[in-house]
């Protein structure tokens, strides 16, 4: 995913440089061969395009495996945030006012909004994000990457994920009159197309206006018409009682008015199902980058697609995925926090160990590419309801016991001393 998000920011960016000719702010300038890197920051990449992105992941993930994350990691990501609300990839300068030139999105302000939300205490900055994005939502109820931009199902997912995170109603936030689902079904695939591209969604139409399935859109589909950003617990699932055990996904139905009345979930797992039968094929999502002849495994989309699986109450359809990534990602994720990340929030969405995942400790990883966190629990620790570690309990207990054990002993030796003494004088 971070490969894709860096994709659609140097399009974004070539985009602002080319509205600023023949002047280039400082904002959009390319990248220098050796960018000096922020404290705060997670990994150790050139920050341009996805700094943001990957720091909010890594948040995110270190928050749902139970680290706290570093204070200085979370102070910069908020330090990023625009007065506007907005957020862009990265700021390098985040002491300078954001101006017209800044290089604001719907992606990287979106993401942020569902870390700080549930690092909590951000009630401030997750308000300002949100009260911008719903001020650039589209007429036709979703988002593109940039303002003003088409709306596209990636930015509109990620959106939806962040309302979502933010205790809003995703169906009611509109504009011009419609909801980012009213844009989303403008963006799948339905009973016209070819039966083996029914549900899934297109990016968006390309120049002739046709929608052609794209993989990586399904998966962002999944999520969004679930309402569901990338944090997915693993009973949150609708397809089944406590969201699990949901069984295989329905595609789309067809006829008799179906397509009118189709429900965001229900076109949902119409989506589902369109990206269950591609996993089948050999466990994994691929991808063709630009210039590329043959696609490639897609590990990051890959990991996306066992948490929207998972997310929509199909955890049976994610075991494959899950088991490939498990076998094959670890050369893909080294030193990089939003692949970790992401492989941290699959493997908590599908009830896996990310901290035991092919052999490897994700969650250690991940903290290794960035401040060393506040706090971390204990393998094997659980959170009571109380909001405490149930591990903590166990270890209040010993020393209780212990210092109860040291007190008898005082109380012993005390005695016996006493007895002794009175036995001389006799």
Request: glycine share 14%; proline share 6%.
């Amino acid at each position: 995913m971070n490969v894709r998000r860096t994709a659609a920011a140097l399009a974004a960016s070539a985009v602002l440089g080319a509205l600023a000719a023949p002047a280039a702010s400082a904002g959009t300038a390319a990248p220098s061969a050796s960018p000096k890197l922020p404290a705060g920051l997670h990994g150790d990449k050139d920050p341009t395009y996805d700094a943001v992105w990957r720091q909010s992941i890594a948040l995110l993930a270190q928050d749902t495996a139970g680290v706290t994350p570093s204070a200085e990691a979370v102070d910069w990501l908020t330090g990023q945030q625009c007065d506007s609300g907005a957020f862009a990839a990265y700021r390098a300068d985040a002491s300078a006012e954001c101006d017209a030139k800044t290089p604001v999105d719907s992606n990287a302000t979106a993401i942020a909004v569902q870390a700080l939300a549930a690092l909590g205490g951000h009630t401030g900055e997750v308000g300002k994000a949100v009260g911008w994005l719903k001020s650039v939502q589209n007429e036709d109820g979703g988002w593109g990457y940039l303002p003003g931009t088409p709306s596209d199902t990636n930015s509109t997912s990620v959106v939806v994920g962040a309302l979502a995170a933010a205790g809003e109603k995703p169906a009611k936030t509109r504009a011009g009159g419609k909801s980012p689902y009213d844009a989303l079904t403008e963006l799948q695939l339905g009973c016209d197309a070819d039966s083996g591209d029914r549900g899934a969604y297109a990016f968006q139409p390309d120049e002739k206006g046709r929608l052609l399935a794209n993989a990586d859109a399904t998966v962002a589909g999944v999520l969004a018409g679930h309402g569901k950003g990338l944090l997915a617990d693993p009973a949150a699932g609708d397809g089944g009682e406590g969201g699990k055990g949901g069984g295989a996904p329905e595609p789309l139905e067809c006829g008799s008015g179906a397509e009118a009345d189709r429900t965001p979930e229900e076109a949902a797992s119409g989506a589902a199902a369109y990206l269950t039968a591609l996993l089948e094929k050999d466990g994994h999502l691929t991808s063709l980058a630009p210039g590329a002849d043959k696609p490639v495994p897609d590990h990051g989309n890959t990991a996306e697609a066992v948490i929207a699986l998972a997310a929509a109450g199909h955890p049976e359809a994610a075991e494959a995925p899950l088991a490939w990534l498990e076998k094959n990602s670890a050369e893909w994720a080294a030193d990089n926090p939003a692949g970790l990340g992401t492989l941290v929030l699959a493997a908590h969405a599908a009830g896996g160990d990310p901290r035991s995942f092919g052999g490897t400790d994700l969650v250690k990883q991940l903290n290794a590419t960035g401040p060393e966190p506040e706090s971390v629990r204990a393998a094997g620790a659980d959170t009571g309801e109380d909001g405490e570690k149930s591990g903590s309990g166990n270890v209040s207990a010993l020393w209780w016991v212990l210092g109860a054990g040291v007190l008898a002993g005082l109380v012993i030796g005390a005695a016996l001393l006493l007895a002794g003494a009175r036995k001389k004088r006799s």
